[in-house]
């Protein structure tokens, strides 16, 4: 079974703050998402990762995958209260295959 | 496009009683995935289809659980009879190669 551990599980900041969030796993995935869950809804794909040390920017958000394509990190610029959610990655093995998800972190941005 | 439709958004059960989900997938998505999501965890793959036919099910509690997809299209998720332990949110996703579009989950509690 391959695990994805994802730290911290929570995180509360100031509006306008920096953040990073993390993925981690002893497995190789072929691709790596990102997702953001609000209450009541269903995850929202932020970002697909495919590459080994592949960096991807969505305007205050950047996403790494490791070079070794076992982790990748989540980094919020100045960050909103709209930022707040769930943040999940997943990793597959297959293109449009089962993705495993982690547990997410609980990211919260107080005005 | 449209995005997965799921109904009913939540059900309350009492334990022992069965209940249903339905999912209508992204027009022309050929993967449908149900998933299980327990408050403070991520989501947990129950079944896989590659058009009406099971790709994995090795997750699913096939004693109680149990789901189709005949035509290839709309896809059922059953349990018979329910537990408390069943009480989380049954997410329904469709993919394409960038990655998954859930709906927006039933939410079950068997009390």
């Known amino acids: 079974t391959q695990l994805l551990e994802q730290s911290p599980q929570f995180l509360s900041i100031q509006e306008g703050e920096n953040l990073t969030v993390y993925c981690n796993s002893s497995?190789?995935?072929?691709?790596l998402q990102w997702y953001r869950q609000e209450p009541g809804e269903g995850p929202v794909l932020l970002v697909t990762?495919?590459?080994?040390?592949e960096v991807k920017k969505l305007k205050r958000l950047t996403f790494q995958f490791g070079d070794a394509r076992k982790d990748s990190s989540l980094h919020i610029t100045a960050a909103q209260p709209g930022d707040t959610g769930l943040y999940l990655c997943a990793g597959a093995n297959t293109n449009a295959g089962k993705s495993t998800f982690g547990d997410g972190t609980t990211l919260t941005v107080k005005p | 496009e449209a995005g997965v439709a799921q109904s009913p958004r939540y059900k309350i059960i009492e334990k022992r009683q069965s209940v249903a989900f339905w999912c209508n997938p992204i027009?022309?998505?050929?993967?449908l995935y149900w998933y299980q999501q327990i408050l403070g965890q991520g989501p947990k793959l129950l079944i896989q289809f590659q058009n009406n036919g099971v790709v994995d099910d090795s997750q699913l509690p096939k004693d109680r659980f149990s789901a189709e997809r005949l035509k290839g299209v709309d896809s059922t998720l059953k349990i018979q009879p329910a537990k408390l332990e069943d009480s989380a949110v049954y997410l329904c996703?469709?993919?394409?190669?960038?990655?998954?579009?859930f709906g927006s989950g039933t939410r079950l509690t068997v009390v």
């Open positions: 996703a469709s993919s394409s190669l960038d990655g998954y579009t």
């Open positions: 497995s190789v995935f072929s691709s």
């Open positions: 027009s022309g998505h050929a993967t």
């Open positions: 990762v495919v590459t080994g040390g």
